[in-house]
């Protein structure tokens, strides 16, 4: 418990005091670049005080600086964070419509360009998505999206649902496969509890779709390479 109050104080701090200037910067920051290396140091911050190590595989697969789709297994709250902090991009993720309302992190959210999700009407959801997801990409800003819709709690895969992947599809935007190793033991969903140890973010594949023909396919072939990935990769030990 203490550690988790450590993290809430540090992500807490860190929300208050640069938030309105991050806020006023993201205002006139066109291309949402300092968002970006607020977001890593913001991340990497929350996760040093919560004793999590990331250890990043793969960097050599990165072709180009984006933008990209990015998909990735989803087990931990931390998996953004990981992310976001340790994969160098301009990145920005899908939030719910709620957060957007919480004074301060909501106005952060959305001046930085992040992409909210009324889970109640998908539809029109949908449409929003596509029209802010555009901007992003047209700024070179890769956008991170969990096909398993929800956070894993044992860790297996859930089946992929293929909404990122008609995105990419649509926007002709490559697809960065990733794989995370070791979340889902840090911060076991539904428990308030973060386990110091080391995780993984492993780079697996660029994958480009050139059509909305294309979208099981590659879905099919990304939701494989993960799958594989998890299974094949040695237990990580935490402390």
């Known amino acids: 418990m203490l ?47 919560g004793g999590v190590r990331v250890k990043v595989e ?6 180009s600086r984006g933008p990209y789709v990015i998909i990735s297994n989803h087990e931990s ?10 994969l160098p991009l301009n ?7 709620e957060l957007f309302r919480i004074p301060l ?20 959801s949908i449409e929003k998505i596509n029209r802010r997801a555009r901007r992003l990409f047209l700024k ?6 969990f096909p398993e819709g929800t956070r894993s709690k044992t860790g297996e895969l859930l089946p992929f649902k293929k909404g990122g992947f008609v995105l990419a599809a649509k926007f002709h935007v490559p697809i960065l496969a990733i794989t995370l190793l070791g979340t889902g033991k840090i911060t076991p969903k539904k428990e308030l509890k973060i386990k110091p140890g080391t995780v993984k973010l492993r780079i697996l594949e660029e994958i ?32």
């Not at 793969?58 to 072709?63: A, F």
């Open 77 to 86: 709250a931390l998996d953004i964070m990981v992310i976001a902090g340790y």
């Open 58 to 63: 793969g960097l050599e697969k990165l072709k």
């Open 140 to 145: 070179n800003i890769s956008v991170i999206v």
């Open 208 to 239: 480009n779709i050139v059509g909305e023909t294309e979208v099981e396919d590659v879905k099919s072939k990304v939701e494989t390479l993960i799958q594989k990935n998890k299974k094949s990769s040695p237990e990580i030990h935490h402390s």
């Open 91 to 97: 990145i920005r993720f899908l939030a719910k419509k």
């Open 105 to 124: 992190l909501g106005w952060i959210l959305f001046f930085g360009r992040h992409i909210a999700v009324d889970r109640k009407k998908p539809r029109n």
């Open 3 to 49: 550690r988790v109050a450590f993290v809430l104080l540090i992500a807490i701090t860190l929300l208050i005091i640069p938030g309105v200037p991050v806020i006023i910067v993201d205002i006139f920051d066109r291309k949402g670049k300092f968002h970006g290396l607020m977001m890593r140091f913001w991340a990497r911050a929350i996760l040093w005080a």
